[in-house]
């Protein structure tokens, strides 16, 4: 069953469109780029929420980031494999990833991918998410459940997972 966190915060409604930016300085490829839009396409499918990118990191509302190591919130990044990232509660946007991590963005995760290897898709729905809300799961095959099978792809949001959402949105 899904959960929320310790007072159930959530981005207010007059928020409905939330923005999102990357890091400046972070060169991201076209396909990572379009892997968060993907991401977000899911929550937004299933609630009133709607997400557009904007170029103004200072402005938006969520802020999307690789980092390695501390980087000044602490709670350091662990190099490859541990923690691959972390996102914060509502109102605060803060989405981090590990930027050691070996992420894989095509969708081919396959026998000779790396052991090490990390869908970063998977882990995009999961952080939103957070970001929106919602704890962990204790579903299975929630999104939101607090495991996933290391070189797999879990991208397609549960009943449970839009249950939880829509009691916030
Ligand atoms: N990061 C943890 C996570 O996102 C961070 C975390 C632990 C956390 N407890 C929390 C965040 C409570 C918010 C609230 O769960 S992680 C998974 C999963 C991680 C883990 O790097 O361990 C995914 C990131 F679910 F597979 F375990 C993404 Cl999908
Ligand atoms: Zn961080
Ligand atoms: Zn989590």
Same mark, same amino acid.
């Given at each position: 069953h899904y959960t929320f966190f310790p007072g159930k915060p959530r981005w207010s409604v007059?928020? /409905?469109?939330l923005t999102y930016a990357f890091l400046?300085?972070?060169?991201?490829a076209a396909d990572v780029k379009s892997v968060f839009t993907r991401a977000f396409d899911r929550w937004s499918e299933v609630t009133t929420l709607t997400f557009v990118e904007t170029d103004s990191y200072s402005s938006a509302d969520i802020k999307i980031g690789f980092y390695s190591?501390?980087?000044?919130?602490?709670?350091?990044f662990d190099g490859v494999?541990?923690?691959?990232a972390h996102a914060f509660s509502p109102p605060s946007g803060w989405f981090h990833l590990d930027g050691e991590e070996n992420w894989?963005?095509?969708?081919?995760?396959? /026998?000779? /991918? /790396?052991?090490?290897?990390?869908d970063l898709e998977s882990v995009a729905v999961h952080e939103i998410g957070h970001l929106l809300g919602l704890g962990h799961s204790?579903?299975?095959?929630?999104?939101?459940?607090?495991t996933i099978t290391s070189g797999t792809r879990k991208l397609e949001l549960a009943s449970d997972d839009i249950a939880g959402i829509q009691e916030l949105y």
């Open positions: 007059s928020d /409905s469109e400046p300085g972070n060169q991201l190591g501390d980087h000044g919130d602490g709670e350091p494999l541990g923690t691959l894989v963005t095509s969708g081919d995760l396959t /026998s000779s /991918s /790396s052991t090490t290897a990390v204790s579903v299975e095959e929630a999104i939101m459940y607090p």
